[in-house]
């Protein structure tokens, strides 16, 4: 017979896997029911937001968003917060504050605070944490508390087809060029030029593509090979499982110890 404690042990572990079971399920239905989309845009009016783009549920501060354009193709990641102005409920005007191109990226806890214009160009990818700001505090005045002095603004454009890293910071004045590369924790202000990395606070370029010679300095990584222009998603999908098997192969032999020579194999 078993005993009491095997019971009530057992029943204990069967409710906390059932409650486990429904509190995933009920947050993963929250998600699909609170994402944002062009089709179901719940309460957040954007002056326009495309097909196919989406912000996942829980989203972070939104507001200003009659002033706050949205391409198609976009992802929006949890947690993302995306401002016009400086506080909600104020009519800035009639032209466009913040505007993100076709099939941007914006990673999770990501912030783009847009007092003054904010352009992000399209196939830009942001990481996680990622902050933006057109605004920062001014400290003219010694006697006068930091937050209570009136902030400095200018507009901020990030071209099309960069990358910034995790963490990366872009400040108020900052014009970065196309297809640049934000090192992870940098921190950009000024004008960055076309094709190029920056790393670093303040950031600075590290290395810059040049039509004569290339990368300088030279990468030191391959270049990757380029997906073939025919390519279908289903083989593409298989290669990527191919590629895993191949790299779990030496690892499952190595940890699978060698059988003598001349060992008997019943």
């Known amino acids: 017979m078993p005993k009491n404690g ?9 409710r906390r896997r059932a409650v486990a079971h429904a509190i995933q399920g009920g947050w993963r239905w929250a998600q699909q029911a609170g994402a944002v989309t062009a089709e179901h845009p719940g309460k957040l009016r954007f002056r326009r937001l495309g097909n196919g783009t989406r912000l996942a549920f829980p989203q ?4 200003g968003e009659p002033w706050i354009e949205i391409g198609e193709c976009c ?5 993302v917060t995306l401002t016009a102005g400086m506080l909600p409920g104020y009519d800035l005007g009639t032209e466009t504050v ?3 191109g076709d099939g941007v990226v914006l990673g999770r806890g990501s912030h783009v605070i847009a007092d003054t214009t904010i352009t992000i160009g399209s196939d830009t990818y942001c990481g996680p944490y990622v902050y933006i700001t057109s605004t920062n505090h001014s400290y003219d005045d010694p006697h006068e508390p930091i937050g209570r002095q009136w902030p400095r603004s200018e507009p901020v454009s990030i071209g099309p087809g960069c990358w910034l890293g995790t963490g990366a910071v872009i400040l108020p004045g900052a014009r970065i060029g196309r297809n640049v590369v934000v090192a992870a924790g940098a921190v950009v202000r000024g004008e960055v030029p ?9 950031a600075r370029v590290v290395r810059r593509w040049e039509p004569e010679r290339g990368w300088q300095p030279p990468l030191r990584t391959p270049a990757p090979k380029p997906i073939p222009d025919d390519a279908t998603p289903e ?3 298989a290669l990527a499982v191919w590629e895993l098997a191949q790299e779990e192969t030496p690892a499952r032999a190595a940890a699978t110890p060698e059988e003598p020579a001349g060992a008997s194999t019943s």
Not at 60 to 63: A, D, E, L
Not at 75 to 79: C, D, F, G, L
């Open 194 to 202: 076309d094709h190029s990395v920056v790393a670093g606070a303040p």
């Open 6 to 14: 095997n019971v009530f042990s057992s029943l204990t572990a069967w």
């Open 98 to 100: 913040l505007t993100l």
């Open 60 to 63: 972070g501060t939104v507001f």
């Open 75 to 79: 992802i929006i990641a949890e947690q």
């Open 235 to 237: 083989q593409l999908a």
